[in-house]
């Protein structure tokens, strides 16, 4: 089975595919993203999900699924959301 396996990155992204032999599960699949060196400096502790969905190491894997590491987020979205909100407010004022 083809898994592709993506991260986004600040200015760029790095999508590569990955042939396994199933069952294969989503940690099967970044053990082998580990070992190729388009993905150096890449934190696999990171979350991980299958198609925007957050899922385990065990999690099993499907033909054509897209494995996605993501990065963290600089900010909280509430805490930024109230920041821009009172930076406007005071704008008006």
């Known amino acids: 089975m083809l898994i592709?396996?993506?991260?986004a990155r600040t200015r760029d992204a790095i999508c590569r595919s990955y042939a396994l032999d199933p069952p294969a599960t989503v940690g099967d699949v970044l053990a082998r993203a580990m070992l190729d060196p388009a993905f150096a400096g890449v934190d696999f502790t990171a979350a991980v999900?299958?198609?925007?969905?957050?899922?385990r190491a065990?999690?099993?894997l499907r033909d054509g699924?897209?494995?996605?590491?993501?990065?963290?987020?600089r900010e909280d979205p509430k805490s930024?959301?109230?920041r821009r909100a009172a930076a406007s407010r005071s704008v008006r004022s």
């Open 80 to 82: 930024a959301r109230r």
């Open 58 to 60: 065990d999690a099993p």
């Open 49 to 55: 999900g299958v198609f925007g969905r957050i899922v």
């Open 65 to 73: 699924d897209r494995v996605e590491i993501y990065r963290p987020l």
């Open 4 to 7: 592709e396996v993506v991260v």
